[in-house]
């Protein structure tokens, strides 16, 4: 098992809590249109960050946890990016104004980290206490990888949200979103802005997709430390990478097929480890070597298919695909 001090897991949070500082106080300082320029270099800062505590991090425990960590943190990336998909909806949606769209996300990573960190805890001290939820998130798992192929060509439907309904149900909602602010008093009443009810839609997402990927990356890796850093490290890019590419999603059209074939592979793998723990050692195991492999490569097929996809057919549009159908989103075959 892994040991982690208690001075490495404080760094370790410290330099989380600081990166996620300083986005929110450029979101709440400076609020402006984040640019090409801009968002390329945040990228690439924050995915040299990740690599340099995983070059970090395999020197100081070894190469076999080293492997965990960067397979834990692309299962991690890739799912991101799906999530990013349902940002862009929802951005779209409620016409958030782009000055305003750091501002949401930012909120949303730290919500996501939030959620994630109490899923971590609560999954570890599962799977510590019963053998048999190995078995629990692998079925999980598959679940939700057949339920996103067969809706993969659909959008989620967010004007349909639970918690979006009861908040326009529930709060009085100015029309426009006066200034950033969440709420606001007009003519002696407490009104909501439209902002409000979008943090909502985002929170609600965050839950979705900490349900999904927590079980996933815990199928790359049963150590805390390394999971909760391999989400964190893929989260903390997220902002920039939205407006990064966020002009670019809509090529990615079998993204939605490679994310369902990744999540049923780590779910296989799940089930396998539970067999060979709990029924019969005989049963056999997927290494990590083995599903890093696996899960690059699924990613590089999804990612060239796409393009040479929208290169033959500039018409396709990719969709992030949802786990229950909608009576608004007929499916839509290539």
């Not at 430390?225 to 989260?235: G, R």
């Amino acid at each position: 098992m892994l040991d982690i001090s208690v001075l490495t897991w404080v760094l370790t949070i410290g330099l989380i809590v600081a990166l996620l500082a300083i986005d929110l106080i450029v979101a709440a300082v400076r609020p402006h249109k984040v640019g090409f320029g801009e968002a390329t270099a945040w990228s690439v800062f924050y995915i040299l960050v990740a690599v340099g505590f995983g070059v970090w991090f395999a020197l100081s425990h070894g190469g076999d946890f080293g492997t965990e960590y960067f397979a834990g943190y692309i299962v991690e990336k890739s799912l991101s990016v799906d999530n990013l998909f349902v940002f862009v909806i929802i951005m779209t949606t409620f016409a958030v104004p782009e000055e305003h769209q750091h501002k949401v996300l930012t909120f949303g990573i730290v919500l996501a980290l939030i959620m994630r960190a109490i899923f971590i805890a609560l999954g570890a001290t599962l799977l510590s206490l019963f053998s048999f939820m190995f078995l629990i998130f692998g079925l999980l798992l598959v679940f939700t990888a057949v339920q996103l192929f067969r809706h993969r060509n659909e959008d989620p439907d967010v004007e349909n949200n639970v918690m979006v309904k009861t908040a326009r149900r529930l709060f009085p909602s100015t029309d426009g979103y006066v200034g950033g602010k969440l709420v606001v008093r007009e003519n002696g009443r407490r009104l909501v802005t439209p902002l409000f009810v979008v943090l909502l839609a985002i929170g609600s997402v965050d839950l979705l997709f900490a349900l999904d990927s927590i079980p996933a990356v815990f199928g790359v890796t049963e150590q805390p430390y390394i999971v909760f850093t391999a989400n964190a490290f893929a989260l903390l890019g997220l902002r920039a990478l939205y407006f990064l590419v966020k002009g670019l999603l809509d090529r990615l059209v079998y993204l939605s097929t490679g994310l369902a074939l990744i999540l049923a592979f780590i779910g296989v793998k799940l089930m396998l480890h539970w067999a060979h723990v709990d029924i019969d050692a005989r049963v056999p195991e997927i290494s990590t070597p083995v599903s890093l492999s696996v899960i690059i490569g699924v990613l590089v097929i999804v990612t060239v298919a796409s393009l040479l996809k929208t290169r033959k057919d500039p018409t396709a549009k990719a969709h992030p695909g949802s786990l229950r159908g909608s009576r608004d989103n007929e499916p839509k075959r290539d």
